[in-house]
């Protein structure tokens, strides 16, 4: 059961690549960025696309347990940081970022069970 989990948070993180590899710019608003000119799209693509993807594509196929929490670990990183940034740094806390942190937290647990 728990590589059945841990795939569908890996398959859960290739999807969140492929949008921001296919879609940046309407990526871009659901999270809240405002990228600045042509290159801003493309490092949207880049980083968010290519980037989560290649990494979520080959913890995919290799299904080893360390490259699971590999990437738990990094979703795990952003819940963290999100959820300390919000509340004490950036006076940013709101549904949508709750919501993120959750997700957040959620995939962490799928890729680290």
């Known amino acids: 059961m728990g590589i059945i989990l841990n795939l569908i948070g890996a398959i859960i993180t290739i999807f969140f690549g ?3 590899l296919v879609q940046p710019a309407k990526f871009a608003r659901a999270i809240s960025l405002t990228p600045y000119k042509e290159s801003g799209i493309t490092e949207i693509r880049a980083t968010y696309g290519g980037w989560i993807l290649g990494l979520s594509v080959f913890t995919a196929i290799n299904q080893h347990e360390l490259l699971f929490y590999c990437l738990g670990f990094g979703w795990l990183g952003a819940g963290i940081v999100r959820a300390v940034a919000m509340t004490f740094i950036d006076n940013s806390f709101s549904k949508k970022n709750l919501y993120f942190v959750f997700i957040e937290l959620f995939v ?6």
Do not use: R
């Open 18 to 20: 492929l949008w921001a």
């Open 108 to 113: 962490c647990v799928l890729l680290m069970i």
